[in-house]
């Protein structure tokens, strides 16, 4: 190294290449450059697609209850028993569709976690399900999610329920959210809980939420870009929560083209799990830690989203519970009931209409919080009998 | 953080905003040097302590060399401090395992224990790019960076930290010496590179990425099909990945107004293996001409020392890659290709005769076979793959049809760009349903998830 012959080839050879003392160094290896005016067309398009695809879709792909199916009694039965597919609960796409599509047709929304969805029993047999049947027309609609948690149901209704305005309200509060400080997100280990893309992503911070930063930014602008929202659509729809690349490993020779069918199935009328009490389920009473309501994530998320519901015009009616009481040892009992009471004076002083069902008799129940068919009988009648109630 | 990550967007619009504020200051470069101590810093804070070991001792050496005295001295001790911090962090693991396994075949007991250590992101990068600073001063071809900030940001800037290119510092030192306002063309290229890149690795690198993985994970389960398949698959993944990388790379400092060189240049359509080595990772194969092989004597002595020239210079370079035989294996085999094809290519038969489809095919199955051994997990794994698909059955490959058409689609553009067919690709609609075409296809197609860079692993 050093001497003049090795500097003189190593000059030599990078002006070789270039064919000038002073290299241009090429764009590219390909012909993709745009313009800064070319680039303010192409930004203008891509801002219209975003948008214009997600709205277009809507036109083509069918979903929804079919209207023409047949009438039992004066109801539409399948309208009426109506609830988003179980499969597809962390299709916000489509939890945002059909909002918009209820509120064109003047519903009351019955907003909830698994206990408004219903978890134990058949979609004619949900507490909407009821409601409606006691109405006499398909008057209100089954938002519920399973699983939605209050954390992530403010998520869903900021972000994915804009339509929900102006209208009458029934909220479910179910108080299992708040039974420990895991179901409250409280604990700091990391853990797997229900819809993390619906939970505020940088705050409040949720301790046991450890997505990285860049999923996080990720999700944050999904909530707010149509076209992404939409693809997840596509992803949970047509393609069994996958990417379609990975889908297509898994799936080597398929078109997956044929995948996309346009057509959201309707939710079959199949029990997840067998109709039985809790007890019969092998259920025992248990001691629960009930978080403190101050400090609570859960019941703070709560809160925020009866403040985003009210700010939007909307009128109020919450249900707390129905809770089953008898799966509780005295004391934690005792801490439950006190909950309720500070809950109930909350809601008071906000002046929002609300109802604690009595508990039903113990068989009623299929497990810590969700009732069976005739618990949600039994509910839905006790409603429809408080002036209060929206109708 | 890497660059098709959403965290690298709010990084760089925070550090473009005040980038566009100082640019015409004498805070320029003192803010490039913040911003990708932070970029780097991300991924570990410690490996800060290292990048800016290295640029304290090389500023410092390269002003002792000014002084006139003892210069090849100061030259020797940087280049022994530098490649002495590659080989400790990156081949320390490697050497050990290598005098155990000597130990053992010659009887002994003892053995070295494995040391655990953390290799940092890039280090072969700026490194190479420090060693080649010091040798460009040494010979006077660069004249000695006396701004300790500039030539820190030098050493670290971002948008080539972590996998390059190898930018020299004639080029890049002497676009931070300069101050330039960035033009708005500027950033009008840097957006253009950027989305051509991130389309490039996330969109077919990561996609080919799954199949590959699957079939070189478990080699034996597999037939001659399946690790054809792969191996083809693979050659375009590495493509895509780093390529995509470079592009990227290049359009962030295109973007700040930089001119970065470029690194990829339609390597597979080469018709020689010199050919493809001065279309792939130009600014290392570049590297190691200038620094490795001419200093040996290149082509200056003879026929016989050109070709032991070349091919210790592929296998340092093989070597370069990772630190496993695997990679040396591979560097060998372009060094005993370059000196077995170095006549041929040179005849006129190669040259008039040969159809140029032909010759394509040839360099790019001889680039294929050798990627074999880059990619396979290990030596054993490597000579599987290699037996299997010579001597095993066709069983069905499962390669997903989904990943034809974008493969295909891709090759076919980049022939048409080098062939009469290129007008048409500059037509502005083409361009801009393009780019569009390519923003929708990773909005809609493309998982969130963020994988690596291949080349980050060297």
């Given at each position: 190294m050093?001497?003049?012959?090795?500097?003189q080839?190593?000059?030599?050879?990078?002006?070789a290449s270039?064919?000038?003392?002073?290299q241009?160094?090429?764009?590219?290896?390909n012909?993709?450059?745009?313009s800064?005016?070319?680039w303010?067309?192409?930004?203008?398009?891509?801002?219209?697609?975003f948008?214009?695809i997600?709205?277009?879709?809507?036109?083509?792909?069918s979903?929804g209850?079919?209207?023409?199916s047949?009438?039992t009694?004066?109801v539409?039965?399948?309208?009426?028993?109506y609830?988003?597919?179980?499969?597809?609960?962390?299709?916000?796409?489509?939890?945002?569709?059909?909002?918009n599509?209820?509120a064109?047709?003047d519903?009351?929304y019955?907003i909830?976690?698994?206990v408004?969805?219903?978890?134990y029993?058949?979609?004619g047999?949900?507490l909407?399900?009821?409601?409606?049947q006691l109405?006499?027309?398909?008057?209100?609609?089954?938002?519920?999610?399973?699983?939605?948690?209050?954390v992530?149901?403010?998520?869903?209704?900021?972000?994915y329920?804009?339509?929900?305005?102006?209208?009458?309200?029934v909220?479910l509060?179910?108080?299992?959210?708040?039974?420990?400080?895991k179901?409250?997100l409280?604990?700091?280990?990391?853990y797997?809980?229900?819809?993390p893309r619906?939970?505020?992503?940088?705050?409040?911070?949720?301790?046991?939420?450890?997505e990285?930063?860049s999923?996080k930014i990720?999700?944050?602008?999904?909530?707010?870009?149509?076209?992404?929202?939409?693809?997840?659509h596509?992803?949970v729809?047509?393609f069994?929560?996958?990417?379609?690349?990975?889908?297509?490993?898994?799936?080597?020779y398929?078109?997956?083209?044929k995948?996309i069918?346009?057509?959201i199935?309707?939710?079959?009328?199949?029990?997840?799990?067998e109709?039985?009490?809790?007890?019969?389920?092998?259920?025992?009473?248990?001691n629960m830690?009930?978080v403190?309501?101050?400090t609570?994530?859960q019941?703070?998320?709560?809160q925020?989203?009866?403040?985003?519901?009210?700010q939007?015009?909307n009128r109020?009616?919450?249900i707390?519970g129905p809770f089953?009481?008898?799966?509780?040892?005295?004391n934690?009992?005792?801490?439950?009931r006190?909950?309720?009471?500070?809950?109930?004076?909350w809601?008071?002083?906000?002046?929002?209409?609300?109802y604690i069902?009595?508990?039903?008799?113990?068989?009623?129940?299929?497990?810590?919080?969700?009732?069976?068919?005739?618990?949600?009988?039994?509910?839905a009648?006790?409603?429809?009998?408080?002036?209060?109630?929206?109708? | 953080m890497m660059?098709?990550?959403?965290?690298?967007?709010?990084?760089?619009?925070?550090f473009?905003?005040?980038y566009?504020?100082?640019?015409k200051?004498?805070?320029?470069?003192?803010?490039?040097?913040?911003?990708s101590?932070?970029?780097y810093?991300?991924?570990?804070?410690?490996?800060?302590?290292?990048i800016?070991?290295?640029?304290?001792?090389?500023y410092?050496?390269?002003?002792?060399?000014e002084k006139?005295e003892?210069?090849?001295?100061?030259?020797?001790l940087?280049?022994?401090?530098d490649l002495?911090?590659?080989?400790f962090?990156?081949?320390?693991g490697?050497?050990?395992?290598?005098i155990?396994?000597?130990?053992?075949?010659?009887?002994?007991?003892?053995?070295l224990?494995?040391?655990?250590?953390?290799?940092?992101?890039g280090?072969?990068f700026?490194i190479?790019?420090s060693v080649a600073?010091?040798?460009d001063?040494y010979r006077?071809?660069?004249?000695?960076?006396k701004?300790?900030i500039?030539?820190?940001a030098?050493?670290?800037?971002?948008?080539?930290l972590?996998a390059?290119?190898?930018?020299?510092?004639?080029n890049?030192?002497?676009?931070?010496?300069?101050?330039?306002?960035?033009a708005?063309?500027?950033v009008?290229?840097g957006?253009s590179l950027?989305?051509?890149?991130?389309?490039?690795?996330?969109?077919?690198?990561?996609?080919l990425?799954?199949?590959?993985?699957?079939?070189?994970g478990?080699?034996?389960?597999?037939?001659?099909p399946?690790?054809?398949l792969?191996?083809?698959?693979?050659?375009?993944?590495i493509?895509?990945?780093?390529?995509g990388?470079?592009?990227?790379?290049?359009?962030?400092?295109?973007m700040?107004?930089?001119k970065?060189?470029?690194?990829?240049?339609?390597p597979y359509?080469?018709?020689?293996?010199r050919?493809f080595?001065?279309?792939?990772?130009?600014?290392?194969?570049?590297?190691?001409r200038?620094?490795?092989y001419i200093?040996l004597?290149?082509?200056r002595k003879?026929?016989?020392?050109?070709?032991?020239?070349?091919?210790?210079?592929m296998?340092?370079?093989?070597f370069?890659?990772?630190?496993?035989?695997?990679?040396v294996?591979?560097g060998a085999?372009h060094?005993l290709?370059m000196g077995?094809t170095r006549?041929?290519?040179?005849s006129?038969?190669?040259?008039?005769k040969?159809?140029k489809?032909?010759?394509?095919?040839f360099i790019?199955?001889?680039?294929?076979?050798a990627?074999?051994?880059f990619?396979a997990?290990?030596?054993?794994?490597a000579r599987?793959i290699?037996?299997?698909?010579?001597?095993s059955?066709?069983a069905d490959?499962?390669?997903?049809?989904y990943?034809?058409?974008?493969?295909l689609?891709?090759?076919?553009?980049?022939?048409?760009?080098?062939?009469r067919?290129?007008?048409?690709l500059?037509v502005s609609?083409?361009?801009?349903?393009?780019v569009?075409?390519?923003?929708?296809?990773?909005?809609?197609f493309?998982?969130?998830?963020?994988?690596?860079?291949?080349y980050?692993?060297?």
């Amino acid at each position: 190294m050093g001497d003049a012959a090795t500097q003189q080839e190593v000059i030599k050879s990078r002006t070789a290449s270039s064919g000038k003392d002073k290299q241009e160094i090429p764009f590219s290896s390909n012909a993709i450059r745009l313009s800064l005016r070319e680039w303010a067309v192409t930004a203008v398009i891509v801002a219209v697609l975003f948008v214009w695809i997600p709205r277009g879709w809507q036109r083509i792909e069918s979903f929804g209850p079919d209207p023409k199916s047949p009438r039992t009694t004066n109801v539409n039965h399948e309208e009426s028993s109506y609830r988003i597919p179980y499969e597809l609960g962390y299709d916000y796409w489509l939890y945002e569709r059909y909002c918009n599509d209820e509120a064109a047709k003047d519903k009351i929304y019955v907003i909830g976690d698994s206990v408004i969805w219903g978890q134990y029993v058949r979609k004619g047999q949900t507490l909407p399900a009821f409601l409606n049947q006691l109405s006499g027309k398909a008057r209100y609609a089954n938002m519920g999610v399973d699983g939605s948690h209050p954390v992530a149901l403010e998520g869903m209704i900021r972000y994915y329920s804009t339509a929900i305005k102006n209208k009458d309200v029934v909220l479910l509060l179910n108080p299992l959210w708040m039974s420990s400080l895991k179901a409250d997100l409280q604990t700091t280990k990391e853990y797997r809980f229900n819809h993390p893309r619906l939970v505020p992503q940088f705050y409040p911070i949720i301790p046991c939420y450890a997505e990285t930063p860049s999923k996080k930014i990720s999700i944050a602008l999904e909530h707010r870009i149509p076209l992404f929202n939409w693809s997840n659509h596509i992803q949970v729809a047509y393609f069994e929560n996958s990417d379609i690349p990975t889908w297509s490993i898994e799936h080597p020779y398929a078109n997956f083209l044929k995948n996309i069918t346009l057509q959201i199935p309707d939710p079959d009328n199949k029990l997840l799990h067998e109709p039985m009490s809790w007890i019969e389920r092998g259920l025992t009473a248990q001691n629960m830690e009930w978080v403190d309501l101050a400090t609570s994530l859960q019941w703070n998320a709560f809160q925020r989203l009866v403040k985003v519901l009210r700010q939007r015009g909307n009128r109020l009616f919450v249900i707390v519970g129905p809770f089953n009481e008898y799966m509780l040892l005295e004391n934690s009992r005792e801490l439950y009931r006190q909950m309720k009471d500070d809950i109930a004076k909350w809601l008071r002083q906000q002046n929002i209409t609300s109802y604690i069902p009595e508990p039903l008799p113990s068989e009623l129940y299929a497990d810590a919080s969700h009732p069976g068919v005739e618990g949600y009988q039994r509910i839905a009648e006790d409603l429809f009998r408080q002036e209060a109630f929206p109708k | 953080m890497m660059f098709q990550s959403w965290l690298f967007l709010p990084f760089f619009l925070i550090f473009f905003l005040v980038y566009l504020l100082v640019q015409k200051t004498s805070a320029r470069n003192l803010w490039l040097l913040i911003s990708s101590y932070i970029f780097y810093g991300w991924w570990n804070p410690l490996f800060l302590i290292l990048i800016g070991y290295a640029t304290v001792v090389d500023y410092f050496l390269a002003w002792l060399m000014e002084k006139g005295e003892k210069r090849k001295l100061w030259l020797s001790l940087s280049i022994i401090n530098d490649l002495g911090l590659l080989a400790f962090f990156k081949y320390a693991g490697f050497m050990t395992e290598n005098i155990n396994a000597l130990l053992d075949r010659l009887g002994s007991s003892f053995s070295l224990d494995m040391p655990s250590i953390l290799l940092p992101v890039g280090i072969s990068f700026y490194i190479f790019k420090s060693v080649a600073y010091m040798i460009d001063c040494y010979r006077g071809t660069v004249t000695r960076e006396k701004n300790f900030i500039n030539y820190a940001a030098f050493v670290s800037f971002f948008p080539l930290l972590v996998a390059g290119p190898i930018e020299r510092a004639a080029n890049l030192l002497g676009q931070l010496r300069q101050r330039r306002t960035v033009a708005g063309q500027d950033v009008a290229d840097g957006l253009s590179l950027f989305v051509v890149g991130l389309f490039k690795k996330v969109a077919i690198a990561d996609l080919l990425s799954v199949y590959v993985d699957k079939v070189y994970g478990v080699p034996s389960e597999y037939e001659a099909p399946a690790l054809m398949l792969a191996t083809f698959a693979f050659a375009w993944q590495i493509y895509f990945d780093f390529s995509g990388y470079s592009d990227m790379a290049r359009g962030i400092a295109r973007m700040c107004g930089f001119k970065i060189m470029l690194n990829f240049n339609h390597p597979y359509l080469a018709t020689g293996l010199r050919d493809f080595w001065a279309r792939w990772h130009i600014s290392l194969s570049t590297w190691f001409r200038d620094y490795l092989y001419i200093p040996l004597g290149g082509n200056r002595k003879g026929r016989f020392n050109t070709y032991i020239n070349m091919f210790i210079t592929m296998v340092v370079s093989g070597f370069w890659h990772g630190a496993a035989w695997t990679f040396v294996i591979w560097g060998a085999l372009h060094g005993l290709g370059m000196g077995l094809t170095r006549e041929m290519e040179r005849s006129k038969f190669y040259q008039q005769k040969i159809p140029k489809f032909a010759k394509q095919m040839f360099i790019f199955v001889f680039v294929c076979f050798a990627w074999i051994f880059f990619r396979a997990s290990t030596w054993d794994d490597a000579r599987l793959i290699v037996g299997r698909i010579f001597t095993s059955g066709l069983a069905d490959p499962k390669f997903p049809l989904y990943f034809l058409p974008l493969i295909l689609s891709v090759w076919l553009y980049q022939f048409m760009y080098e062939s009469r067919l290129q007008a048409i690709l500059k037509v502005s609609a083409v361009r801009v349903g393009l780019v569009i075409l390519m923003i929708l296809y990773l909005s809609i197609f493309v998982s969130s998830g963020v994988q690596a860079f291949i080349y980050n692993q060297f």
